[in-house]
């Protein structure tokens, strides 16, 4: 697993001459800086890593004391949890870099979509609305969502306006089409959810096996 920065979007030319739509994600080495086990935290063993080192009049003093039990002298700005088989393959401060995983492995990519506000039923849900006529009384306003006498109520999960995006999105089964170890960079096949300078994180797929 690794914790990166999504730079933005390109294409790439494959050996056939086909372009093909690429994101190019920063994924600066992470660090180990706490190992949980099963006795102590909640009945499972993991690992939690951290990326982004932060100055220290930037950083909280929580934060801090957490770097230093691991023997680091920097807090970082990200950190996240990631379930392992047996802690004794970590060591407290050790690093993972992007050579972690290998070209042509298919990972899962998590981040948080852009958000977009507060939107209507057309945008948010694809509905087609009504007619543009003057005389029309019904262009993009929801329209009926309730029931007759019975059962008197609007169901649970009809669609309707609210907030859009601006969630928690995993992108599953990404291939991994380039890997630079000099600039610690991924080139991932397709889209991935976030703004560019977005975080994400990069994890082996769990639905499809890798080449």
């Known amino acids: 697993m690794l914790i990166g920065r999504k730079i933005g979007m390109t294409q790439i030319y494959q ?17 180990v800086i706490q190992k949980k086990s099963k ?3 909640g009945g499972v063993n993991a690992i939690q890593i951290a990326a982004e080192p932060v100055k220290e009049k930037h950083a909280s003093k929580p934060k801090l004391g957490h770097a230093k039990k691991a023997g680091l002298d920097n807090a970082f700005r990200f950190s996240f949890d990631m379930r392992v088989d047996n802690l004794d393959d970590y ?14 492995q298919f990972v899962d990519v998590t981040g948080t979509s852009k958000g977009r506000g507060f939107q209507g039923v057309i945008k948010r849900h694809g509905h087609h609305g009504g ?6 009384m019904f262009h993009r ?6 029931c007759s006498a019975y059962p008197a109520r609007v169901i649970k999960g009809r669609p309707m306006p609210g907030q859009m995006g601006n969630k928690k999105v995993t992108v599953q089964n990404v291939e991994i089409l380039g890997i630079n170890l000099e600039d610690n ?3 991932l096949k397709g889209a991935i959810p976030g703004p560019s ?11 499809k096996r890798n080449k």
């Open 197 to 207: 300078k977005g975080t994400v994180l990069i994890r082996p797929a769990v639905k």
């Open 91 to 104: 060591e407290l401060a050790q690093e993972f870099k992007v050579d972690v995983f290998d070209e042509g």
């Open 185 to 187: 960079l991924l080139v």
């Open 141 to 146: 306003s929801t329209g009926s969502i309730g």
């Open 131 to 136: 007619p543009a006529g003057h005389g029309s």
């Open 15 to 31: 050996e056939d001459g086909k372009a093909v739509a690429v994101t190019v994600v920063q994924a600066d080495p992470c660090v």
């Open 39 to 41: 006795e102590k935290n």
